[in-house]
């Protein structure tokens, strides 16, 4: 039985800066994603969305792995979001459990679409959070315009708001591989069937639709917010020349008198 465990560690992780640091052998490397292959069973795969995968390493082992990597870690993590999985070679078929998977074939490939799912998952976790966090702001500040009639939100802070909601559809959009399949799996149809069955084990498809189903809630009233604001500045401003208007009028009627 090979342990698989996936940690979200960080933001990011700077991928060409590890790259030129650490020597073991790489398998598969790009901008976004570094794969190695430390011994034939043990496997370490880095993404930039800043997620590290282990496939057979000790604790010992990825510790040390983790310490090597926190200089190019971007806004690193107190507390580290993981998930462990099992992977059970040379299965009469292929079986998709809770947290484990018997494989038909084992290989280097079939290693590595396990350890993209497993890190894919474990970065939908981390997501969700993120627009869990989102969506409760959004609700505290419809609560407070249901109680209140006012929104209790300035501009800056609508604009910081705004920010943090598109940051992180960009994020997801630009790091889940949720809909797309490595390459390799369009070769080998072994390898397609086991990538399909991880991505429905884990149930990624879902669990990403309805993390963008909060974002589009969260926008759907920023709009409405970034609405009432301008209304509210609009209404200020018309205040400010009414007042300007009124102080004009009284100056010239004081003249007129003393006149």
């Not at 700077?14 to 790489?26: H, M, Q, S, V």
């Not at 604009?159 to 080998?188: C, H, M, V």
Request: hydrophobic letters at 40%.
């Amino acid at each position: 039985m090979l342990p698989v465990v996936a940690y979200q560690v960080a933001d990011s992780i700077d991928i060409r800066g590890f790259r030129n640091a650490f020597t073991a052998p790489l398998h598969h490397g790009d901008a976004d994603e570094l794969f190695y292959v430390v011994d034939p069973e043990k496997f370490i795969y880095v993404f930039k969305y800043g997620i590290a995968c282990f496939l057979n390493q000790s604790e010992l082992e990825v510790s040390a792995f983790l310490q090597l990597l926190s200089p190019f870690c971007r806004n690193p993590f107190g507390k580290r979001l993981s998930e462990d999985f099992e992977v059970e070679q040379h299965a009469t078929a292929d079986r998709f459990g809770y947290n484990k998977i018997e494989v038909m074939n084992p290989g280097i490939e079939a290693f590595r679409l396990i350890m993209l799912n497993v890190s894919q998952s474990v970065a939908l976790d981390f997501y969700n959070e993120q627009a869990d966090i989102l969506l409760k702001e959004t609700n505290h500040y419809t609560q407070s315009l249901e109680k209140n009639g006012t929104l209790g939100l300035g501009g800056k802070s609508l604009k910081q708001y705004i920010g943090r909601t598109l940051n992180l559809k960009n994020r997801i959009a630009e790091n889940l591989y949720i809909f797309d399949s490595p390459d390799e799996t369009w070769e080998d149809e072994y390898l397609n069937s086991l990538d399909q069955g991880l991505k429905r084990n884990f149930d990624l498809q879902s669990r990403y639709r309805s993390i963008q189903e909060d974002l589009a809630i969260v926008k759907e009233n920023l709009e409405l917010f970034k609405d009432l604001l301008q209304y509210r500045n609009s209404n200020m401003l018309e205040w400010i020349i009414i007042i300007l208007i009124l102080v004009e009028v009284v100056n010239i009627f004081i003249e007129k008198v003393i006149r």
